[in-house]
Structures are given as structure tokens and as C-alpha cells.
């Protein structure tokens, strides 16, 4: 915010200066009311516009939540259909964080995840992870395709409200809200080209609009297969890759999350396990987990809530969904997860209102960021012919849902194949960082291993007691700015992340035992 002060106080002396100049010394000062249209041509008007390539960025502001960070933002011009340069065009948000110092002449894009994020809204929560980096490179996010302010193919109603909380409901109704979301872009947009392959052309338009021969990617979750293709694609145009939360283009999009998310929780619970004091408190946490499933499995909850975010109280039923799907969430970052245990031990005891209202808040928060359209044009394009049920999957917490919702959703979704040798891994000399949580539960450390096999200047960092997305933590930002620097991952010294601790688990309303 001081540079933005900064920024404007020059502005002004710059306009009253230049307003005194261009008066002659002979003349008088005009009354205010004398010759406006006169006066308001001898204040000139203060360009704030920058260059970079040949593309023309404006002062913007990017926000998220409490966060927002100074920027320039810009659009830029690509084909729908990349098979057809002079059809119908789409216009995708951009925007430039200068680097601080003296810029390298290769940028930095960081891919979001989802699918279905936006990079400009993304970015603000983990910018920073980006301070060291961006001392002397230029941050780049492309809002892709279907997502941010680029076509977002975002699923409303008929009441202009997003319902993709009534479509989880069963399948029928989420054949319906996939088919009422393609019919609401008919003739507005072909949602058969908002993949990841049309993704990727579109950030090589950016790149080349950019000047830059060469670009850096960081891809979180859904955006390191992004990256991968990207890298697959373009090798010579890419410097260096980081990939955060690892997506194999050889495994299926949702298909293994049932599995994983279990995996991660036996990981976590097991930490409480190992604790005389929080067994003793509220029990093993994958026993009061089960005990509360099968509960909700034979009849929701009724409850009255207070909503986290407007205070408001309201009435609701606590159901299995709901327990699953916050279950789920909170996995992902540990410290989150934390509170887990004793919340199963509190709604074992009829006391379901905190799980509730948490449920709800999360819920909305995510539904909200998601376009789901653009997630339906690449899991369908990109996966949906690969979905397999898992019968074992019938006994874990997430069920079959997801696959069954995916099979029913994208059979009524337009969409179309992907190329031939999607799935062949990333085999390259491409330097690459891999980053994976030890508790990831939808990305888990096995896929950073697989992916990492196949790329000979890649190093593997699994940061201890963490979850998905681990760039922001600990002394991560600085071995990425490094491997920046140097593009060798294989060169860095990362026993700083051995010193990374385990979140300890709640066992009462106001934390851990001391």
C-alpha cells in the first residue's frame, strides 16, 4: 500500500508541475469557472500504461479474500478453435507482476489447479511463496480458458445461482445440471475447446506476445498437468518446470481420490494414535470416523447452526455427504485436519453443529471458485473414457460418487477426444522440481515418484507432516527461487525441509494437549 501512496503522490506533482508550465507567465491565472474546456487541455493526463512485448498492461488490482497485491493487467486475443486461427475469438485475462529487480528475460507462469481456478484469483493467497522468485522475474497469470474473466464457463441457474451443491445429490440430478450448464453456452461458446491442449497453445500465444523465447512453469495440482503438456509440447520453449501436487498425465483425473484420501487419514489419525493423551481424549480417530458414518448412513442429523460467515443461524440436516466431503477438505492442509478427531468425538456425542457449520463455509468457498463448465470440457475430454469403478470404493469414505457423478455427467456433455499420446509421461531433460505434501491426500507422494522417473533433471522433495500445495512452506520458497536461479534441482540442498514439524491434533475446543 506504500508504493501505491508513493505512486500517486508523484502522479499529482507530476500534474500540478506540468499544469504551471504550460501556462505563460504573462497571463493572469484563470478564474476555475473562465475557459475550462482551455484549462482542462493544458493539464496533461498522466499515462499509466507499461509495455512488455508487444502487449499493452494497465494498473490493476488483484484481491482475494483479505489479500490483494498491486499489478498490471491486460487481455489477450486467441482462436476458440486453434485448428481455426480466424474463427470465432475468446479473450483471456492476464496480468504482470514486475519482478523487483532487474528482470531475467524469461518469465514466470504459474498454472492454478482445480480444474477450474483462475490464476489472478488464485495467486493473492500464495504470493508468498513468490517473493524471492519474483526479485528478478516477471510473474505472468493467464487466467485459462473457461475460468477467472476469460469465458468462464460458469454453471448458473435459471435464478442466476450457482446449484452445483443440488447436482451432488444424485445422478440424475447431475446429468441435469451438466445438461442445463452445455445448453446455457449453446451458440455462445464450442465448451469442446476449453481443454488442457488448448490451454497450452493459448500460454504459447502468451509467451510469443510476450517476447520471450523461453518461459518458467509452476503448476499446482490440475496445473502441473498443465505444465507436463505444456513441457511435452513445447520443450524448447520451456526453461524450467515446478511442479507442486503432481498429476501424471498417465493417471485418471478423480478416479484414485476415494483411495488416496483414505491413505492420507490413516497417515494423520495415526498421529493421535501414537498419543496416550489424545487416544484418552477422543478416542481413535478412524473408529470415531466409522462409528459416525454409519450413523449418518441410516438418517441425517437435524441440526440448528450458526453460518460461519454472516453469523446468521439456520437449520439444517447434517448428512454422510456432508461429513465426506469436509472430511476431505480439511485432508488437505494437516493443520486443518488437526481438528478433525475431536470434532468426530464431539458429533459421536449428538453435538454436530461445528461440523455443520464448517461444512457449509468450505463448501460454498470452493463452489465458488470452481467453474465447473470448464471442468466438465477437460475430465470429459481428457478422462472420462478411462473411469473405472473400484468395488473397494464402496466401503471408503468418498464412495463411487465422484466416477459415477463424472460417467453420467460427461455423457450429456459436449466434448471431444484427446490426442493419441496424452498419456505417454513427460520424458524430458527439462529441469524440473517436484514438490509433494507426505499427507497429500488426492496427490500423493507416489505420483511425484512416478512422474519423476521419466525426467532426468528433476529432483523429488517430499516435505514432511504437509499436505497438498507445499510451496508456500517453510524454506520451500527459497529452494525454488534457487533452483530458479540455477535451473538445477538436482544441485540443491534441502535438508532445511527435514526440519519441517507435524501438526499436533486437537483434543478439546482450544487446541492440543501442552
Not at 486467441?78 to 519482478?99: F, I
Request: proline residues 6%.
Amino acid at each position: 500500500m506504500q508504493d501505491k501512496h508513493k505512486w500517486l503522490l508523484r502522479a499529482a506533482v507530476l500534474v500540478a508541475v506540468a499544469a504551471w508550465l504550460t501556462r505563460p507567465y504573462w497571463l493572469p491565472a484563470q478564474k476555475p469557472a473562465e475557459n475550462s474546456a482551455k484549462a482542462e487541455l493544458a493539464t496533461p493526463k498522466v499515462d499509466t500504461h507499461r509495455m512488455l512485448g508487444s502487449l499493452r498492461f494497465e494498473p490493476c488490482t488483484l484481491a482475494k479474500g483479505t489479500e490483494s497485491l498491486m499489478a498490471f493487467c491486460t487481455r489477450l486475443q486467441v482462436p476458440e478453435n486453434h485448428a481455426e486461427p480466424k474463427g470465432r475469438q475468446l479473450s483471456l485475462a492476464m496480468a504482470w507482476l514486475p519482478a523487483s529487480g532487474e528482470a531475467e528475460p524469461d518469465p514466470l507462469f504459474m498454472l492454478a489447479g482445480g480444474p477450474g481456478q483462475g490464476a489472478r484469483e488464485s495467486f493473492p493467497s500464495i504470493a508468498s511463496a513468490f517473493t524471492e522468485a519474483r526479485k528478478n522475474r516477471h510473474i505472468i497469470l493467464l487466467d485459462q480458458r473457461g475460468t477467472g474473466d476469460s469465458n468462464p464457463l460458469k454453471c448458473l441457474n435459471e435464478n442466476g445461482q450457482n446449484d452445483y451443491a443440488d447436482a451432488e445429490t444424485s445422478t440424475e440430478a447431475a446429468a441435469a445440471f451438466a445438461q442445463r450448464c452445455a445448453d446455457s453456452f449453446a451458440g455462445k461458446n464450442d465448451v469442446r475447446q476449453f481443454t488442457s491442449m488448448d490451454a497450452i497453445d493459448d500460454l504459447d500465444l502468451a509467451r510469443k506476445a510476450l517476447g520471450a523465447e523461453t518461459i518458467n512453469l509452476v503448476g499446482i495440482s490440475y496445473g502441473t498437468r498443465v505444465a507436463q503438456l505444456y513441457a511435452k509440447k513445447y520443450p524448447a520453449q520451456t526453461r524450467t518446470i515446478t511442479i507442486d501436487g503432481v498429476a501424471p498425465l498417465d493417471v485418471v483425473l478423480g478416479q484414485e481420490h476415494a483411495k488416496n484420501l483414505e491413505t492420507s487419514l490413516d497417515l494423520q489419525f495415526k498421529r493421535c494414535s501414537e498419543q496416550p493423551d489424545c487416544l484418552a481424549k477422543v478416542g481413535d480417530p478412524r473408529v470415531q470416523l466409522q462409528q459416525l458414518l454409519s450413523t449418518l448412513k441410516r438418517s441425517g442429523v437435524p441440526v440448528s447452526y450458526r453460518d460461519a460467515t454472516t453469523g446468521e443461524w439456520k437449520q439444517g440436516e447434517f448428512t454422510a455427504g456432508h461429513l465426506a466431503m469436509l472430511t476431505r477438505l480439511l485432508a488437505y492442509q494437516p493443520m486443518a485436519a488437526s481438528l478433525l478427531p475431536h470434532a468426530f468425538s464431539e458429533a459421536n456425542k449428538g453435538r454436530v453443529e461445528s461440523l455443520m457449520a464448517v461444512s457449509e463455509m468450505v463448501s460454498k468457498d470452493i463452489t465458488d471458485q470452481i467453474m465447473h463448465g470448464m471442468q466438465l470440457s477437460v475430465m470429459c475430454s481428457e478422462d472420462a473414457g478411462d473411469y473405472v469403478n473400484d468395488p473397494e470404493d464402496a466401503q471408503r469414505l468418498l464412495g463411487t460418487g465422484l466416477v459415477d457423478f463424472m460417467k453420467i455427467q460427461c455423457a450429456v456433455w459436449p466434448h471431444k477426444a484427446r490426442p493419441a499420446d496424452f498419456r505417454t509421461p513427460l520424458n524430458t531433460a527439462v529441469p524440473a522440481l517436484v514438490l509433494s505434501g507426505e499427507f497429500d491426500p488426492v496427490t500423493p507422494p507416489r505420483y511425484g515418484d512416478q512422474v519423476a522417473k521419466h525426467l532426468s533433471k528433476a529432483k523429488h522433495i517430499v516435505a514432511k507432516g504437509q499436505g497438498h500445495n507445499v510451496l508456500p512452506v517453510g524454506c520451500v520458497p527459497k529452494l525454488f527461487a534457487r533452483f530458479l536461479q540455477t535451473a538445477d534441482a538436482k544441485g540443491l540442498d534441502t535438508r532445511c525441509v527435514d526440519t519441517l514439524t507435524y501438526a499436533p491434533m486437537f483434543t478439546g475446543y482450544y487446541g492440543w494437549e501442552p
